[in-house]
T-cell receptor, first 112, second 116 residues
Framework: GDSVTQMEGPVTLSEEAFLTINCTYTATGYPSLFWYVQYPGEGLQLLLKATKADDKGSNKGFEATYRKETTSFHLEKGSVQVSDSAVYFCALSAGNNRKLIWGLGTSLAVNP | DSGVTQTPKHLITATGQRVTLRCSPRSGDLSVYWYQQSLDQGLQFLIQYYNGEERAKGNILERFSAQQFPDLHSELNLSSLELGDSALYFC???????????????FGPGTRLTVL
């Protein structure tokens, strides 16, 4: 069945460092791909999405490109801030019901 | 603010009890999804409703049930609760295009259930 694998955390970075969180997927058909973020004590917020191959999603300095050839959707940010400390989830949506299938989440801690 | 509301925010109850979690989707959204987030299993899809009808089922236990009402709010009922049911339960909603759900889901703040 469909699945999402993302790199395990926790990831600890210094402020202004470059961030990459790897995400790969297995799916039949053509899924949409998402990154959601969960700040401490809060719910899930959509960070960015891409709906077809070679699409780039971007928001708040974060970017991810839908790579069909490598079945990947890696999250990147050029310069992280302390306020980016959160758990990041990669997910895919497939089928008519559009249910989300999730990776296990990657915890990011950014130190000043 | 996503526009999706969930009540209550926290729920503490005992094993064997039954609880009801409530969700109101964004205005105009017909699809409601329920997810469970637990430490050992991560985020899992439970069930989806579309305009009052069940559309898809995931890893939902037989002790759990849900429904969507004519005003589109949804309730998730959990019964015969066990310690392992302690988790964060999220509701999400999405819009419609051409009679099917669109792919972006907006999440409520969640209900944290603690079973003692």
């Amino acid at each position: 069945g469909d699945s999402v694998t993302q790199m395990e955390g926790p990831v600890t970075l210094s402020e202004e460092a470059f961030l990459t969180i790897n995400c790969t997927y297995t799916a039949t058909g053509y899924p949409s791909l998402f990154w959601y973020v969960q700040y401490p004590g809060e719910g899930l917020q959509l960070l960015l999405k891409a709906t077809k191959a070679d699409d780039k999603g971007s928001n708040k300095g974060f970017e991810a490109t839908y790579r069909k050839e490598t079945t990947s959707f890696h999250l990147e940010k050029g310069s992280v801030q302390v306020s980016d400390s959160a758990v990041y989830f990669c997910a895919l949506s497939a089928g008519n019901n559009r249910k989300l299938i999730w990776g296990l989440g990657t915890s990011l801690a950014v130190n000043p | 603010d996503s526009g999706v509301t969930q009540t209550p925010k926290h729920l503490i109850t005992a094993t064997g009890q039954r609880v009801t979690l409530r969700c109101s989707p964004r205005s105009g959204d017909l699809s409601v999804y329920w997810y469970q987030q637990s430490l050992d299993q991560g985020l899992q899809f439970l069930i989806q409703y579309y305009n009052g009808e069940e559309r898809a089922k995931g890893n939902i236990l037989e002790r759990f049930s849900a429904q969507q009402f004519p005003d589109l709010h949804s309730e998730l009922n959990l019964s015969s609760l066990e310690l392992g049911d302690s988790a964060l339960y999220f509701c999400a909603s999405s819009g419609t295009s051409g009679g099917v759900s669109t792919d972006t889901q907006y999440f409520g703040p969640g209900t944290r259930l603690t079973v003692l």
